[in-house]
């Protein structure tokens, strides 16, 4: 059916362009940062070798649909590096003529590569780092986030708490800075929505095996212990961005309460159940190209090509600046399966989106949240506001 309308969408297109179609060729790359990690608590979340690859061979798929009626080719370079490795490896694709480049790395790395894709006058969408401060004033005018920040993530998770009218919150973070930083926005997701943290909590992180008997044996010990005694409260709220200790979390409390956050009732981008708003055939498509289930990494680089697709298609051009300018638009929209169509954020470059509340089996919810308003979109009440943003870059 799809394929059948392509002409029409097509014509559609040339008439709103003027007629006259322009012969594009359009190449991206996909540079995954490989970090040295311990392995997750469960083999379920191993990270397959083509994790973000595989998001980026479908979306060059999508983005041929129409592209090959319109005389546009899409072309995406997979590259993986280490650390250390990842700002030759850019060079080399700069070099090569490549001028987006979606990015799956943490926050230093994206950081220098986007100032290096800069002095190429080339594009960059964030895949994975969710930093606030990424969006306010360390933002960078060529780099757009895909990947949800970590107060779009609290806000999700604390839109929904409120809405259950579970108002009390005992927040049990992690140690490392990444745990104190997600604790931190679920603190101000707790003030902007009127929940009361009636007391925090510290696990430590001690180092050492997630996966043996004697891990979880520990943990197993430890958490029941290491939870009693604690202000009433209606709700666990865990901030373990390290992934060490919040798996454990719901069967290991003292005094029985849901748990949210990072474990139990858990703010995602997208996951391989989802099934709404016609996301059966994109996982089913998915699935079909790579014989896995969808990753949030995936997702984020799928959806970051698309964005390029879409902005290629409708302004007819290959020009970084003025696909960046398109995007940044109010004429710019993107189905997304996920019930409504995303946007971007002009003052920071974050996409608008959806937040799925995910339980390991099935989507629970999604944030925002009915009844929670805001005057320019109701997906402007996840994350920083244009007010709260340090953000001068795209000024």
């Not at 959806?354 to 979109?377: A, C």
Request: charged share 25%; net charge negative; glycine share 6%.
């Amino acid at each position: 059916m799809l394929t059948s309308l392509a002409p029409l969408i097509a014509a559609v297109f040339l008439f709103a362009s003027g007629g006259i179609a322009q012969a594009l060729d359009i190449r991206a790359a996909v540079l995954r940062v490989d970090y040295p990690e311990l392995l997750p608590i469960s083999r379920y979340d191993l990270r397959p070798d083509d994790l973000a690859f595989a998001g980026a061979a479908l979306a060059d798929e999508d983005n041929a649909t129409t592209g090959r009626f319109l005389g546009h080719t899409y072309e995406t370079v997979s590259v993986a590096a280490a650390p250390e490795e990842a700002e030759e490896a850019l060079a080399e694709l700069l070099a090569d003529g490549i001028r987006y480049v979606v990015i799956d790395a943490k926050a230093p790395e994206l950081l220098a590569l986007s100032d290096r894709a800069a002095e190429a006058e080339a594009l960059v969408f964030n895949a994975r780092a969710p930093e606030v401060a990424l969006r306010g004033e360390e933002c960078r005018a060529n780099l757009l986030h895909i990947a949800p920040s970590v107060a779009m993530q609290a806000d999700a998770v604390a839109q929904f708490a409120i809405w259950k009218q579970w108002k009390r919150w005992l927040l049990v973070s992690g140690s490392n800075p990444e745990d104190r930083a997600l604790a931190e926005a679920y603190r101000r997701a707790a003030r902007k929505f009127g929940a009361t943290i009636v007391e925090e909590r510290e696990f430590e992180d001690t180092g050492g095996t997630r996966r043996t008997d004697s891990g979880h044996v520990l943990v197993q010990r430890q958490l029941p212990t290491f939870m009693q005694r604690t202000e009433p409260h209606d709700v666990v709220i865990a901030a373990d961005a390290s992934d060490y200790f919040a798996a454990y979390l719901p069967y290991h409390l003292w005094t029985p309460r849901p748990v949210m956050g990072s474990a139990g009732l858990r703010p995602v981008a997208i996951h391989a159940a989802h099934e709404a708003w016609g996301a059966t055939q994109f996982q089913n498509r998915f699935e079909e190209l790579t014989q896995r289930h969808i990753q949030e990494e995936d997702y984020n680089a799928w959806l970051a090509l698309r964005v390029l697709g879409e902005a290629v298609t409708r302004t007819s051009s290959d020009d970084p600046q003025t696909l960046e300018d398109y995007i940044l638009s109010d004429a710019f929209e993107l189905a997304a399966f996920k019930g409504q169509k995303v946007t971007f954020r002009a003052w920071n470059g974050q996409l608008r989106q959806p937040i799925l509340l995910y339980d390991d089996r099935i989507t629970v919810s999604v944030s925002p949240q009915e009844g929670f308003l805001h005057q320019r979109s109701p997906l402007d009440t996840l994350g920083l506001d244009e007010p709260e943003s340090a953000c001068t870059a795209f000024q």
